[in-house]
């Protein structure tokens, strides 16, 4: 099995309709990316089982979904405002880019705090002093285009959890250990976007904001790094191909007394996925400042109060999608012709199962149609007759599509169809009628890659 580069990622992306660069007929923007139906549909599903894994199998969490743009007073409170910033260098030399200090000495010395002599990668000019350069985006409110009516798109989630914790204590009826959970697009005016979606301008988060009591906050760091780490390897990213690494004293955000990163073996290396950060008692603490309002837990039996620490694992959904391809992603040679795959978690899967007439005649699109709208109640299916059936299995694999459903002279005969395996590619005949259990048996088993083991 081959080793997959980003740019064949890119290309498959854009051949099947997943993701493409966004205003692409302007030349495109600073490499921001739209999404098409089948990227909607993926990025849905890995939305969803997180979701689920945070609402549905358990009971010590509730969703939330706060605004982007918030009082700014949010982001002075949280230290964003003063100290979410990248060190800034220009090229002097003839070409002027402006790249992370940080970045440059990492590649060009081995670690982003090495000292010594670093210059330009594009044109080998040398470099201005660094300086700090605020990631938030800023934008104004109202009509006027002053400093009083400037405000902020929100470059994390998390502090609208933080700034919600006395509304959600008084409404869910929780007492820590308790989450709050929220997805949605988060902003940042980062200085080298790059490789397509893993750092891009806007993104969606996945974050939750777990409330302990401050002893126990330790115990529960722990606990949401086995917890999310699973969470990947459940849905079928090989475990080889991830590791938690711990932040050294000089990496760790403002807020941070401990994070841990969940990382992927990306093609162009080990990259975050996922941070996994003791916040401690900073967020409720700076907002009950900024705001006068008191953000504490209050236990109505003993009456004992106290401001709970928050253990925060934070994961991107557009660099957990780009995973989940990237591991998917497989070719191999099948009856001497060359086939793609992505080799998806069903659940994953934007389409669950394709319904294919053999031949477009004899009933067969009509039957094939009839299975495919009982089908689509279920899961995501698709109804196709447009090529041969081996172009149309081809687009299946690439889309990855664990099932294929095709109707043929036999299925006219005698009510049976045959049901192909993605991965295995073994084809076996079952009753029309049965489809819909077996489907939905198969959708519930645990499911590991065939990839495993194989060399990445
Ligand atoms: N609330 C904590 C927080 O925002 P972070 O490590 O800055 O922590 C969490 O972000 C996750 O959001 C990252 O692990 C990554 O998956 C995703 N993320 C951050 N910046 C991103 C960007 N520019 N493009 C895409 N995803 C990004």
Known sequence: MAEVTLDEIVALCKRRGFIFPASEIYGGFRNTYDYGHYGVLLKNNVKNQWWRSMLQERDDIVALDSAIIQNPKVWEASGHLAGFTDPLVQ????????????????????????????????????????????????????????????????PETAQGIFINFKNVLSFARKKPPFGIAQIGKSFRNEITPGNFI???????????????????????????????????TDLGIRPDMLRL??????ELSH????????EYDFPMGWSELEGIANRGDFDLTQHAKFSGEKLEYVDSGSGERYVPYVIEPAAGVDRAMLSFIID?????????????????????????????????KDGQPE?????????RELMSAEFDTGGSIG????RQDEIGTPWGITVDHQTMDDDTVTLRDRDSLEQVRIPA????????????EPWTSPKMGAPA
Request: glycine residues 6%.
């Open 91 to 154: 090229c002097l030399g003839e070409c002027k880019r402006r790249f992370r200090e940080d970045d440059l000495r990492e590649e060009q010395l081995g670690d982003e705090n090495a000292e010594g002599e670093i210059r330009c990668p594009v044109c080998g000019g040398e470099l201005s002093e660094p300086r700090r350069f605020n990631l938030m985006f800023e934008t104004f409110v109202g009509p006027v285009q002053d400093e009083s009516n400037k405000a902020y798109l929100r």
């Open 198 to 232: 893993f750092r891009t301008l806007e993104f969606e988060q996945m974050e939750m904001e777990y409330f302990v009591p401050p002893p126990e906050a330790g115990k529960w760091h722990e606990y949401w790094m086995e917890q999310r780490l699973a969470w990947y």
């Open 245 to 250: 690494r711990a932040h050294g004293a000089d």
């Open 255 to 262: 807020y941070s007394s401990a994070t841990s990163d969940v």
């Open 328 to 360: 998917a992603y497989d070719t191999e040679e099948v009856e001497g012709r060359q086939r793609t795959v992505l080799r998806l978690h069903p659940r994953l899967a934007p389409v669950k199962a394709a319904v294919l007439p053999l031949v477009n």
């Open 367 to 375: 039957k094939a149609r009839e299975i495919y709208e009982q089908l």
């Open 391 to 394: 172009k149309r299995y081809r």
């Open 433 to 444: 009628s049965e489809l819909a259990d077996e489907l939905s048996r198969r959708l519930k």
